[in-house]
């Protein structure tokens, strides 16, 4: 990366590119599976964050591991849907950032993750950054 497009990204942080919480689909976590897979399928994400009833963060949770957890020997056992909740599938270790986040800090993230919430220091969500966005603010350097 030339030192000019590196001292350009360096200068954004989250909140230059983050999309805000009232745009992002997101399950309650004591919603159960069924909820949060209708949301999935509807939304056409394969993966949402995870919220609690203060609108703080959870985890996230996506459509592989629900079909997995309803996944029988020899069919999908659909009626597993409505007695797990979302806290019995979702995933917990997945990097949260703020809104001050570093650009650098988030391609990193965004290399092994399609995206990362944003919290605030009471763990409240804020929003998500995608690995999309990123890219558009990589593309747009190189044409500066
Ligand atoms: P993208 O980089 O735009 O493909 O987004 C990566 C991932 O971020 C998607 O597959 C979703 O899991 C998640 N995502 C993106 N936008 C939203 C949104 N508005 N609401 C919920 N999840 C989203």
Same mark, same amino acid.
């Given at each position: ?48 964050? &995870?919220? %609690? ?5 959870? +985890?996230? #949770?996506?459509?592989?591991? /629900? !079909? $997995?957890? *309803? ?46 919430? &944003?919290? %605030? ?5 804020? +929003?998500? #950054?995608?690995?999309?966005? /990123? !890219? $558009?603010? *990589? ?6």
């Amino acid at each position: 990366m030339s030192s000019v497009i590196k001292r350009n990204l360096e200068d954004l942080t989250v909140r230059d590119f983050m999309i805000p919480a009232e745009k992002v689909a997101h399950v309650q976590i004591g919603n159960p599976i069924e909820h949060a897979l209708l949301v999935l399928v509807e939304s056409g994400y394969s993966s949402v964050p &995870v919220l %609690d009833i203060d609108y703080k963060y959870r +985890g996230t #949770i996506g459509k592989t591991p /629900i !079909l $997995k957890s *309803v996944m029988g020997i020899e069919r999908f056992e659909m009626e597993i849907l409505s007695e797990k909740k979302v806290e019995d599938v979702m995933r917990k270790d997945q990097p949260t950032i703020t809104k001050d986040t570093d650009f650098l800090t988030c391609l990193k993230v965004v290399i092994d993750h399609a995206f990362a919430c &944003v919290v %605030d220091e009471g763990g409240y969500f804020v +929003g998500i #950054i995608t690995r999309r966005a /990123i !890219l $558009k603010e *990589v593309n747009k350097s190189m044409y500066l």
